[in-house]
């Protein structure tokens, strides 16, 4: 059975073996891309990017529980464009330090970057084409930081959630020019941890004026470690998939 088939069979080795392929040898790829590309049908992407630290990979992991109860298989990507070296494999394992076990219904991968920004965005892409092969009913990429190599990355995704927390009330005046205009969700991670008034009110400011998209990006609260939020965030996440579906 030739490798596309087994990915389409839902083989996680199969579909690990081609994006490894895809990061190491991106042009060899190219054929099988193609024909994936014929096979399936886009899934949909959710881009989750923040500063270090914020609460990223655990609110994934909160999610990851919300769609598997639902049946739904999730693929993930943790991408680090910073550390080209070490980075990128640590990323996906702090995911699945957090998930409570083994779980066939879900891939998760990271990826690190190797060569220029553009060929990451494409790799990723790629992978998210094999994910979507795989059988992913929603695929996750994880980015960390908030700078130009994220925003990168995150143009891929389908939905853009970018997660803050407390204290970080300034800092998101440097991030104006670039993540926080293409952000659908905003989620404000760890509100044990402080007060959130003054970054809500940052975040109002910036907030894109996006209205006449029908879409208003959304402020959502969450305390990923006691898994509070995430079903408000679930169902936001899950507002805009429809939203995206009906502006098509
Ligand atoms: N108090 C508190 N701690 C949290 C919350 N969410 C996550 N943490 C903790 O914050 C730390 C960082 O969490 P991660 O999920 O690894 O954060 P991240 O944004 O993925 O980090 P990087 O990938 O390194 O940028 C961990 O020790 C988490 O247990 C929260 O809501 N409240
Ligand atoms: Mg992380």
Same mark, same amino acid.
């Given at each position: 059975m030739s490798l596309i088939e087994k990915i389409l069979q839902g083989d996680h080795k199969a579909t690990a073996k081609l994006i490894s392929k895809i990061e190491d040898e991106p042009t060899s790829t190219l054929?099988?891309?193609k024909v994936l590309e014929e096979r399936i049908v886009p899934v949909h992407t959710l881009g989750i990017t923040g500063p270090p630290g914020v609460g990223k990979s655990t609110l994934i992991a909160r999610l990851i529980e919300h769609y598997r109860e639902k049946n739904k298989k999730v693929g993930v990507l943790a991408i680090d464009p910073s550390s080209p070296f070490t980075g990128g494999a640590l990323l996906g394992d702090r995911i699945r330090m957090q998930m409570p076990s083994p779980d066939e219904g879900v891939f998760i991968r990271s990826m690190a970057t190797r060569g220029q920004l553009g060929g990451l965005s494409r790799a990723t892409n790629n992978a998210i084409k094999v994910l979507s092969g795989w059988g992913a009913d929603i695929v996750i990429v994880e980015t960390v930081g908030a700078g130009q190599a994220e925003v990168e990355v995150m143009r891929v995704a389908d939905t853009i959630v970018l997660v803050l927390s407390?204290?970080?009330?300034?800092? $998101?005046?440097?991030m104006k020019a670039g993540i926080l205009e293409i952000g659908d969700i905003f989620v404000i991670n760890k509100i044990d941890q402080g007060e959130t008034g003054h970054l809500e009110r940052n975040l109002e400011l910036v907030r894109p004026g996006r209205e006449k998209e029908g879409w208003v990006p959304a402020i959502i609260k969450t305390?990923? $470690?006691?898994g509070s939020g995430i079903d408000e965030l679930y169902k936001k996440i899950e507002k805009h998939r429809k939203y995206l579906k009906n502006k098509k």
């Amino acid at each position: 059975m030739s490798l596309i088939e087994k990915i389409l069979q839902g083989d996680h080795k199969a579909t690990a073996k081609l994006i490894s392929k895809i990061e190491d040898e991106p042009t060899s790829t190219l054929k099988e891309i193609k024909v994936l590309e014929e096979r399936i049908v886009p899934v949909h992407t959710l881009g989750i990017t923040g500063p270090p630290g914020v609460g990223k990979s655990t609110l994934i992991a909160r999610l990851i529980e919300h769609y598997r109860e639902k049946n739904k298989k999730v693929g993930v990507l943790a991408i680090d464009p910073s550390s080209p070296f070490t980075g990128g494999a640590l990323l996906g394992d702090r995911i699945r330090m957090q998930m409570p076990s083994p779980d066939e219904g879900v891939f998760i991968r990271s990826m690190a970057t190797r060569g220029q920004l553009g060929g990451l965005s494409r790799a990723t892409n790629n992978a998210i084409k094999v994910l979507s092969g795989w059988g992913a009913d929603i695929v996750i990429v994880e980015t960390v930081g908030a700078g130009q190599a994220e925003v990168e990355v995150m143009r891929v995704a389908d939905t853009i959630v970018l997660v803050l927390s407390p204290g970080l009330g300034d800092d $998101i005046q440097m991030m104006k020019a670039g993540i926080l205009e293409i952000g659908d969700i905003f989620v404000i991670n760890k509100i044990d941890q402080g007060e959130t008034g003054h970054l809500e009110r940052n975040l109002e400011l910036v907030r894109p004026g996006r209205e006449k998209e029908g879409w208003v990006p959304a402020i959502i609260k969450t305390i990923a $470690i006691k898994g509070s939020g995430i079903d408000e965030l679930y169902k936001k996440i899950e507002k805009h998939r429809k939203y995206l579906k009906n502006k098509k």
